[in-house]
């Protein structure tokens, strides 16, 4: 335990003394935004049918390394040596994820950090409801309440319109390249990194942390969800960035 310990920290170190999470979080946004910009501009009649899904599963995957970027931002990973910094990337992360208030995300994901699993968890259902189409639903409506529900509606049908009637963008490159992306993205969110790891299992809990990591290799850990599978490892090390934590789980 004592040799895990002290690796962790020399990761932490590493990780803090450097530009690599400013590095790794503006390539993300960089490349989710080329992305889009160049699908947006292809004639999709002229793509062949066999090209367009790996363009979506494309997006969806950058779509859903812009939120792990502002969930890293969250924990003051991208730069740890400037609050500033960290911050202005995290709420561009989750402005150009949704629209969504990078303050109000980090206070509800140091809520689920400190209650997980539990009535005070804003992430979890409940221990009597394991659906996950219903806890999907829940998880949802607990992120777009009230006034971010019109702030969504209003901004996201603006540069709806915007995009189609503006730009002349083709309604069909708008709904394949931005809003599956967008929706398909956050059920992998929720079913990765929300669902398996904290769903009760049979015989209940078995951790502080109420939460469980699954067993993919690395490659496919970081295909799915950026390592967010490997949960168990992200609650008992919070200050280790999403790229880390394979090292973490050898430790």
Known sequence: MQNALTSNKRLLQIHQDSLSGVFIA?????????????LFSIDI??????????????RVFLQTGIFITAHDAIHGLVYPKNRQINNFIGSLAT????????????????????????TNDPDFYDDEHQNPFAWYFNFMKGYLQKRQAWILLIGMSFFFYSFILGLHI??????????????????????????????????????RHRTNSNNYSAFWSFITCYHFG??????????????????????
């Open 95 to 118: 402005t150009c994820y949704a629209l969504l208030p990078y303050n109000q995300l980090l206070t509800k994901h140091w809520m689920h950090h400190r209650y997980p699993a539990s």
């Open 26 to 38: 503006l390539t993300i946004i960089s490349l989710w935004l080329s992305s889009l910009v160049f």
């Open 230 to 251: 490997y949960h168990w490892e992200h609650h008992e090390y919070p200050d280790v960035p999403w790229y880390d934590l394979p090292s973490v789980r050898k430790i």
């Open 170 to 207: 083709p309604i069909i490159n708008v709904l394949l390249f931005w809003i599956l992306p967008l929706l398909l993205s956050s059920i992998q969110l929720f079913y990765f990194g929300i669902y398996l790891p904290h769903r009760r299992p049979e015989e209940g809990y078995n951790n």
């Open 45 to 58: 009649s002229k793509l062949p049918i066999f090209l367009i899904l790996p363009a979506v599963l494309l």
